[in-house]
């Protein structure tokens, strides 16, 4: 499976932006679509996961402020960012579970100023 993300960037504090993530290749079904991030010095965290039939769990830190949705027919995940934070900078991956192995993609870096 490969993991293509789009949409990273510099936003100012308290606004929004929406990442994509579309994957592509041989498999059966993706169980699990959704993100990760990691800012610097930290741990990888979660953002959020989406079940086929569109079951939701989110990091605690994004709650409320962000939503992730996807697409089964075009395998594709979004991340919809509002209310942006300066510590929400990070590079967000894209991750999917197909097979009962996990998938990353290569990360997008999301930047949010003061």
């Known amino acids: 499976v490969q993991l293509q993300a789009y949409g990273g960037g510099l936003v100012q504090a308290g606004g929004s932006l929406k990442l994509s993530c579309a994957a592509s290749?041989?498999?059966?079904?993706?169980?699990?679509m959704g993100w990760y991030r990691q800012a610097a010095g930290k741990q990888r965290e979660l953002v959020g996961l989406?079940?086929?039939?569109?079951?939701?769990n989110y990091g605690d830190s994004v709650k409320g402020r962000f939503t992730v949705s996807r697409d089964n027919a075009k395998n594709t995940v979004w991340l919809q960012m509002n209310m942006l934070k300066p510590e929400d900078t990070a590079v967000y991956y894209c991750?999917?579970?197909?097979?009962?192995?996990?998938?990353w993609g290569q990360g997008t870096l999301v930047t949010v100023s003061s």
């Open positions: 989406i079940t086929r039939r569109g079951s939701t």
């Open positions: 290749g041989s498999f059966d079904s993706l169980s699990l």
């Open positions: 991750y999917c579970l197909t097979g009962g192995y996990p998938n």
